[in-house]
C-alpha cells in the first residue's frame, strides 16, 4: 500500500506521530558485553543494534604468522543482520552488495576519524549484529560503532554521529519538504539519504557547536539534485541532535562507574 504523504502538509504531523524535525526515541547503553574490548547496545525507533569491538590487536598474516608492513591500523567491519530483524523492502538479490556496502563505507568512516597511526601493524575490528530494521539501518550501524569504540578506549580526532533525512513528496517536487530520521515504511516509498558527521563535542575535547565535518553521504535512491542541500541540512542538524545522546550515554556510564568505585 503506497505511503499516504498528505497528512504531512495537512497536519504537520507523520504517521508515527513526530514532526518532521523530530527524532524517534534513542536508547544506547556500552559495556553490554564485559569480555569485549568494547560494546554497545544502540535502539533508534524499533531499529536495535549490538555491537562489539576487537583490538587493536596484532595483524596476523594469512600462514598465522606476523604481518610484516602496515604503519596504520587496518579498521575491519562485518555486519550480521538476524533472519528475524525484518523484511527487506528491496529484491533480495540486492541482499548480499547493500551489507558489503555498508560495511566499506562504515570501515571508511571510521579509517579516518579513528587515530590508526597510534596502531601500526595492527587491526580493529568491529562486529555489528542487527537485531531489528525499521529504517535508518546505516545511522544506527555508525553510532552503535562510536559507542562501542569508546568503550575500547580508542583515540579519535572526532565523535562520529550519524542520521537520515527523507523528502516528503516526489523527488523532483520543489515544494517536498525533508524529514529527520526516516523509519521503514518512510523509507520504502520516499527517497532518503544518510548522513554521518565527525564532530569535536565535549568527548574529544572540543567545545559545544564546534566544527565538523561530513565523514559519510549515501545517497540510495533517486532524488533531484536541488533538494539535496535541504536534505543534507536537515540531516547534518540531525548528527548534531544524536552526538549529544551519545554522549549522554557515555557520561551517564562514567557518572555510574565512579558512583560504584570504593570511597
Not at 73 to 91: C, H, K, L, T, W
Not at 128 to 138: E, P, R
Not at 214 to 235: G, K, Y
Request: charged fraction near 20%; hydrophobic fraction near 40%.
Amino acid at each position: 500500500m503506497p505511503l499516504d504523504t498528505s497528512t504531512y502538509s495537512l497536519a504537520l504531523l507523520r504517521l508515527d506521530g513526530r514532526r518532521w524535525n523530530e527524532l524517534r526515541h534513542i536508547h544506547g547503553q556500552i559495556s553490554t558485553q564485559p569480555a569485549a574490548d568494547g560494546s554497545s547496545y544502540l535502539e533508534m525507533g524499533n531499529t536495535k543494534v549490538l555491537c562489539t569491538v576487537s583490538g587493536p590487536e596484532e595483524r596476523r598474516g594469512a600462514g598465522g604468522g606476523n604481518q610484516v608492513g602496515g604503519d596504520r591500523a587496518q579498521v575491519v567491519v562485518e555486519i550480521n543482520i538476524a533472519g528475524f530483524s525484518g523484511v527487506d523492502r528491496r529484491r533480495k538479490g540486492r541482499g548480499d552488495k547493500r551489507q558489503s556496502e555498508m560495511q566499506k563505507t562504515i570501515e571508511a568512516a571510521f579509517a579516518s576519524t579513528l587515530f590508526t597511526h597510534v596502531y601500526p601493524q595492527s587491526t580493529i575490528t568491529i562486529f555489528l549484529h542487527v537485531l531489528a530494521q525499521d529504517g535508518s539501518l546505516l545511522a544506527a550501524l555508525l553510532n552503535a560503532a562510536t559507542l562501542a569504540l569508546v568503550d575500547a578506549g580508542i583515540p579519535m580526532s572526532g565523535f562520529t554521529a550519524a542520521c537520515t533525512a527523507g523528502l516528503a513528496g516526489v523527488g523532483g517536487d520543489e515544494d517536498a519538504d525533508p524529514l529527520l530520521d526516516t523509519n521503514g515504511l518512510e523509507e520504502g516509498e520516499l527517497p532518503f539519504l544518510t548522513v554521518a558527521t565527525a564532530g569535536e563535542g565535549a568527548m574529544t575535547g572540543g567545545r559545544e557547536g564546534g566544527s565538523e565535518k561530513v565523514s559519510v553521504l549515501a545517497l540510495d535512491t533517486t532524488v533531484n539534485l536541488s533538494r539535496v542541500e535541504a536534505m543534507m541540512a536537515v540531516a547534518v542538524d540531525g548528527c548534531a541532535q544524536v552526538r549529544k545522546v551519545l554522549e549522554g550515554v557515555v557520561k551517564g556510564y562514567g557518572r555510574r562507574m565512579l558512583g560504584s568505585a570504593p570511597g
